[in-house]
């Protein structure tokens, strides 16, 4: 009998468990903004003062066009672009075509548009526009 695997809670032969996926689901615009966004923009995208610029409110994201923030959701903000010095990860290598549209429309949301949400196959031609040597 092998003590380690008993002491560690494993019984003799038994099969490991069959792993669940991360997520089974496509999470929600809020889920995905909760999770990447909310720690620098804060719970409700009023950013914090001089550092990160708030998304509540916010004219430019507001606007009927979405392209500049779906762009700046996929390549991010360098550091020394920015008006504050703060910089933003890009997330086009973490976020799937439908997410970037299920994000953008949440950020819009928060910034007061009420335009239809953002269709997928707009996030993923704008990702092709904004991901140098992608076709």
Known sequence: MDRAAVASGERPGAKP???VPAHSRELSGSE???VSCSACHGPKGGG????VPPLAGN????SGEPEYLIQ???NGVRAEESRTGAGMPPF???LSNGQIAALSTYVRDIAGNTDSPIEVENA????????PGEE
């Open 17 to 19: 468990p069959t792993p």
């Open 59 to 62: 004219a430019t994201l507001a």
């Open 72 to 74: 700046t959701i996929c």
């Open 92 to 94: 086009n290598q973490k």
């Open 48 to 51: 914090v003062e001089g550092l």
């Open 32 to 34: 995905l903004y909760e």
């Open 124 to 131: 993923a031609c704008e990702r092709r526009a904004s991901t």
